[in-house]
């Protein structure tokens, strides 16, 4: 395998663990957003925003390599 191809692979590996951790991400920032009684309390709210923001930022590096279809799901 040629060097170019090896870095397409490693990309489209790290696309795939970019994927995995934006969804573990979501649920972490759900349920947070539960727990935060209406943004009421600070820790739960401080979480849900940055795994908010932190999910977000990882899709769209994730689909800079993968197909539209596999991030978006359904």
Sequence with gaps: MSGTARLRVRRADMAWVY???AGILEIVWASAMKHSEGFTKLWPTIISL?????SMILLSMAMKTLPLG???GR
Excluded at 50 to 54: D, K, L, S, T, W
């Design 19 to 21: 994927l995995s951790v």
């Design 50 to 54: 940055v795994g908010m923001v932190a």
């Design 70 to 72: 596999t991030g978006r």
